[in-house]
Nanobody, 114 residues
Framework: QVRLVESGGGLVQPGGSLRLSCTAS????????MRWYRQAPGNQREWVAL???????NYADSVKGRFTISRDNAKNTVYLQMNSLKPEDTAVYYC????????WGQGTQVTVSS
C-alpha cells in the first residue's frame, strides 16, 4: 500500500524559510515523478513543483526562484525548501505521486504571518 507522509510545516514570519519533507512507502520511489501541491482556504488545490526520477525540476511561476524541490532516493523522501516566504504562501501543502493512480499525503500546514 502506497503511503505519503508530509512534515515540516509551521508558522513563520514573512521573509522566513521552511523545509517540508515527504516520505513515501509502498512504491518504487526512485522511478517516479514527485509533486508538491498546496491549497489555501477557499481556493482550489494548485501545483507548486515537481521533480522527476532523474532530478529534473519545474516550478509554478508564483514560487520560482524562492522554492527548491529535491529528493533523496535512498531515504524515499522528497523535500521542498521554501525561502522568502510571503503571506500568500499560506496553505496546506501536499505531496503527490501518480503510479498510475493518484496518491496524496495528509498535508502539512504552512502559515506565513507576522
Amino acid at each position: 500500500q502506497v503511503r505519503l507522509v508530509e512534515s515540516g510545516g509551521g508558522l513563520v514570519q514573512p521573509g522566513g524559510s521552511l523545509r517540508l519533507s515527504c516520505t513515501a512507502s509502498g512504491t518504487i520511489f526512485s522511478a517516479n515523478v514527485m509533486r508538491w501541491y498546496r491549497q489555501a482556504p477557499g481556493n482550489q488545490r494548485e501545483w507548486v513543483a515537481l521533480i522527476t526520477g532523474g532530478g529534473s525540476t519545474n516550478y509554478a511561476d508564483s514560487v520560482k526562484g524562492r522554492f527548491t524541490i529535491s529528493r533523496d532516493n535512498a531515504k524515499n523522501t522528497v523535500y521542498l525548501q521554501m525561502n522568502s516566504l510571503k503571506p500568500e504562501d499560506t496553505a496546506v501543502y501536499y505531496c503527490h505521486i501518480r503510479i498510475p493512480a493518484d496518491y496524496w499525503g495528509q498535508g502539512t500546514q504552512v502559515t506565513v504571518s507576522s
